[in-house]
């Protein structure tokens, strides 16, 4: 892919073609730096998100309503690690686009309905947790296992639909355009609809989410208030405070989860609304924020979920292989 020419002569993209984009020179040293640090940063996301797909998958106590939510965004992050990454980081240390223009197109339509995706579980998962804490008698009868596979396809549908109408539709036509050179992969949305996927994608998720979880918070303060007040009493209650305890530290991790994802799409969603001319450099690091959530949110679970943690010491000592592994109870770090 590298063009080799005299060091005062300029590199194009495709030699041959006479509308190339120039290509970016780069010492070999830089080539095997940033290969290195992007394919370890991929494989990483990989081997994350595959350990939290496995041991949710594999052991029957953590089918859930809530883990399969969880399953749901680890999916979505290992693709982001198998494909946008490795692709991604191509086209930044290469600084041309080879893939041409029909996988571009299906490259952008796949980037978009995984990012979005993820946001998507992201509010259900937000949901979960609100009747979880708000709403603890109601959460067996309203959220059923059945219930959150049918959201969790519905927001791959939707997510899919949608990307496929904006990159269809809703983008602006850059082969006629000047400033657009052979050996790239340029997405614009037209004005219209850069609004609206502003307030698709961003605000409105976004802003459901911080509500739902200021909401949930709030709740949590009071009950930890009556948990105090019960143990101080030394109340017959405690068992079912214990349970309640219990859900208040699900929502309170998974509200990092939720804080740390919107901390990495914040920043780039700023600079879109406010339309600032950035450097390519700092355009690149914003759009990798975005990625590297990926891997920031199966570290969440290890730092905070036992369950995790003890699954992952399964699947590693392969212990997985073992009959009847799938009812190892990985809650309680026993295995029956």
């Known amino acids: 892919m590298d063009y080799e020419t005299k060091d005062h002569e300029t590199q194009y993209c495709f030699p041959a073609v006479n509308s190339s984009c120039i290509k970016e020179k780069r010492s070999n040293h830089e080539y095997n730096i940033m290969y290195v640090f992007f394919s370890l940063l991929s494989a990483w996301t990989v081997f994350l998100n595959l350990l939290v797909i496995i041991s949710i998958s594999h052991f029957k106590k953590l089918h859930t309503p809530t883990n399969l939510l969880i399953l749901s965004l680890a999916v979505a992050d290992l693709f982001i690690g198998v494909i946008v990454m490795p692709v991604h980081a191509i086209n930044l240390i290469e600084t041309c686009w080879y893939f041409g223009h029909t996988f571009c197109?299906?490259?952008?339509?796949?980037?978009?309905?995984?990012?979005?995706?993820?946001?998507?579980?992201l509010v259900l998962i937000a949901i979960d947790r609100y009747v979880a804490v708000c709403h603890p008698l109601l959460y067996p009868k309203k959220i059923t296992t059945t219930k959150t596979l049918i959201s969790i396809c519905l927001c791959w549908f939707c997510s899919s639909a949608y990307n496929f109408?904006?990159?269809?539709?809703?983008?602006?036509?850059?082969?006629?355009?000047s400033d657009v050179c052979y050996g790239e992969c340029p997405f614009i949305l037209s004005f219209a609809m850069g609004?609206?996927?502003?307030?698709?994608?961003?605000?409105?998720?976004?802003?459901?989410?911080i509500t739902l979880y200021l909401r949930i918070f709030y709740v949590v303060h009071q009950q930890v208030k009556v948990i105090n007040t019960l143990m101080k009493g030394g109340k017959s209650e405690m068992e079912g405070s214990v349970r309640r305890k219990s859900e208040n530290k699900a929502a309170l991790t998974l509200g990092i989860l939720v804080t740390a994802y919107l901390l990495c799409w914040i920043p780039y969603y700023i600079f879109y609304l406010t339309e600032t001319k950035v450097s390519s450099a700092t355009s690149n690091f914003l759009t990798w924020c975005l990625y590297i959530n990926s891997c920031l949110n199966p570290?969440?679970?290890?730092?905070?979920?036992?369950?995790?943690?003890?699954?992952?010491?399964?699947?590693?000592?392969?212990?997985?292989?073992?009959p009847a592994s799938s009812l190892f109870n990985v809650l309680t770090d026993h295995h029956s």
């Open 299 to 322: 570290l969440i679970y290890a730092l905070f979920y036992p369950w995790f943690r003890t699954s992952v010491k399964y699947i590693l000592t392969l212990q997985i292989f073992k």
């Open 165 to 177: 109408v904006c990159l269809s539709y809703g983008s602006v036509d850059t082969s006629q355009r």
């Open 105 to 121: 197109r299906l490259f952008l339509i796949i980037m978009g309905l995984l990012l979005s995706t993820s946001l998507s579980n």
């Open 195 to 209: 609004v609206t996927d502003l307030f698709i994608s961003f605000l409105f998720p976004c802003t459901l989410i």
